[in-house]
Structures are given as C-alpha cells and as structure tokens.
C-alpha cells in the first residue's frame, strides 16, 4: 500500500533550486515527525533534514543555510526547499517519519546537479 509519494526532482545547474514535494496518505502524517532522506549512488542513506508536528526544523551542516524543510499537516505533505544546490547534493530523496517506523519507503525523487 503506497503511503508516501515524493515529487520535484530534476535535472538542475550547480547554484539552481528545486522544492520537492511529499505526499503522505493516511491520517498518521499529523501525528508523526517526518524528514527528507537522501541516497547518493554509493552511498548510504541519510537524514539531511527533519521537521516536527509543531514545525520545528532541523538540517544536517552540510544543507544548513541552503535547505528550508516545511509541512502542511492539513494536506498532508511536506517539502523541501533546495536553494545552492551542488554537485555533491545530487542523489534519489526520500521522505519517511523520524525515527523510522517500519513504514515502507516511496520510489524518491531523483535529484541531479550539474557542476
């Protein structure tokens, strides 16, 4: 059962911005802190950014400054504000509850910057 649509990504230039989209189903997306995950080829996954029920954020250093992670618990989704993007942030992103609950993962959304 798909609980979690991610949407947004793209092809973009070293410097550009993208604003990916989450979409959650099912009334557990209020009641959860959620985050935006990111896999680069290679490499493990990883929390880049959180949010919790009440919209308090947080980033790992290296998308601090340049990410804005934001909900809409009305509509059930949340996104991802990616201004200066670089070339090392290129990777499949994901979006999942924080911590990680045996919720199945969405098919993520590729993003890939050009240096």
């Known amino acids: 059962q798909v609980q979690l649509v991610e949407s947004g990504g793209g092809l973009v230039q070293a410097g550009g911005s993208l604003r990916l989209s989450c979409a959650a189903f099912g009334t557990w997306f209020k009641f959860n802190d959620m985050g935006w995950y990111r896999q680069a080829p290679g490499k493990q996954r990883e929390l880049v950014a959180a949010i919790t029920v009440g919209g308090t954020s947080n980033y790992v250093n290296s998308v601090e400054g340049r990410f804005t992670i934001s909900r809409d618990n009305g509509a059930n989704t949340m996104y991802l504000q990616m201004n200066g993007l670089r070339p090392e942030d290129t990777a499949v992103y994901y979006c999942?509850?924080?911590?990680?609950?045996?919720?199945?993962w969405g098919q993520g959304t590729q993003v890939t910057v050009s240096s």
């Open positions: 999942n509850t924080v911590p990680l609950e045996n919720r199945p």
